[in-house]
């Protein structure tokens, strides 16, 4: 019955984090949480070894749908390389309670700022750099300008945040590149997930030479991830952009809540 159980919660992660484009880690984390009493870094890198699994179903759907920006998305996940080492490290000594609180308070920020953002596909935060114009499967033409030092540095941020809590890194690239780089929300979710596909394979390989993934645990959540990645994916294609913003921010709020008062 367990392993039921963890086979449902991973592809209901895998469902939930494609349409958003968070990678299900901000599902995973507090039900390994509230489900068992565990270190934080055994929380966050087995998280982060199902993240890897739904990554590459999800991008897998994304690629056909031809909504990925892969530019970006290598160069962000170049730039979130150095800082998913530190933040796999930094797990085992961070203080449970501590780890709770600041991944609340992180996610309800998010759930906030998601809603704030501009108006125009052009621009963001900060004069635009880079360009990006092109035509994905249903032949919709996207075309958007940001600025790729402002989002790169972003991304080394994520890339320790998300090894650290084990929630991917989508909960904030996401929103910054909605927000700051001016990315339309179906791109940003697809390319969020294949960066996520890139930065949480070297965030595993850290958390799992550091002995910090349960692999019992992981093989009924990846089984549920791998066809939540597909379904989600799917789902995602079908679903109004505005439809993405709030179903993102309801999700984020309520799990910010959930973590701020466990224990």
Known sequence: MENLVLFLIG?????????????????IVPVLAF???????????????????SAISST???????????????????????????????TSVVASRVFFIALGLFLLLMAVMINFRPTSSRGGFLK???????????????SYSFNITFGSVVAFFVGFLS??????????????????????????TATSMFTILLSSLVGTVS???????????????AIGALLGGQIGARIASRIPAKLIIRVLSICLFIVA???MFKG
Do not use: C
Request: no cysteine.
């Open 60 to 90: 897998i759907s994304y690629a056909r749908q031809k909504r990925i920006d892969y530019r970006s998305g290598l160069i962000f996940s170049i730039a979130m390389i150095p800082g998913s080492i530190l933040g796999a490290w930094t």
């Open 207 to 221: 958390h799992a030479v550091l002995g910090h993934v349960l692999w019992g645990t992981f093989v009924w959540l």
């Open 11 to 27: 592809m209901l992660a895998a469902i939930s984090g494609a349409i958003a484009g968070l990678g299900g880690g901000f599902i």
């Open 128 to 142: 635009p750099t880079t360009s990006r114009i092109f035509v994905d499967a249903t032949g919709l033409e996207h």
């Open 35 to 53: 489900m068992y009493t565990l270190p934080v870094y055994n929380i966050s890198g087995t998280a982060m070894a199902v993240l890897l699994v």
């Open 257 to 259: 809540i959930r973590l």
């Open 163 to 188: 090894s650290l809590f084990g929630i991917g890194g989508g909960s904030v690239m996401v929103p910054t590149m909605i927000l700051f780089l001016a990315f339309p929300a179906h791109i940003a």
